[in-house]
């Protein structure tokens, strides 16, 4: 069984920086974060392979955002930088194991379903 519990959420203002951290028990082998703003659907940011470490962005915070894993202290990180109000939301760390035709695409878009956190807030103010 895999359990993640977030960590490093808050608020702070537009340009500023934040850096979650995303503590994780259990196998995996593909691990991301996802974010939900009010009246929006989860969508998938940024993943990376627990082996490899190969890494996938997604357009809206490519450049600004680095995923980062330490297998040694089993943390999964995100340093968010130039961060715009438009990145206000709930993030969720999210784990899946190795199966067949899964990729870091893939993962983000939720194929296959994956282990969830609880979610930390990020707010950013203009």
């Known amino acids: 069984q895999v359990h993640l519990v977030e960590s490093g959420g808050g608020s702070v203002q537009a340009g500023g920086s934040l850096r979650l951290s995303c503590a994780k028990s259990?196998?995996?082998?593909?691990m991301g974060w996802f974010r939900q703003a009010p009246g929006k659907e989860r969508e998938g940011v940024a993943a990376?392979?627990?082996?490899?470490?190969?890494?996938y962005y997604s357009d809206s915070i490519k450049g600004r955002f680095t995923i980062s894993l330490d297998n040694a202290k089993n943390t999964l990180y995100l340093q968010m930088s130039s961060l715009k109000p438009e990145d206000t939301a709930m993030y969720y760390c999210?784990?899946?194991?190795?199966?067949?035709?899964?990729?870091?695409?893939?993962?983000?878009?939720?194929?296959?379903?994956?282990?969830w956190g609880q979610g930390t807030q990020v707010t950013v103010s203009s």
């Open positions: 990376i392979t627990t082996g490899s470490g190969s890494t």
């Open positions: 259990g196998y995996t082998a593909y």
């Open positions: 999210a784990a899946a194991p190795l199966l067949a035709s899964t990729s870091l695409v893939s993962f983000l878009s939720r194929r296959p379903e994956p282990y």
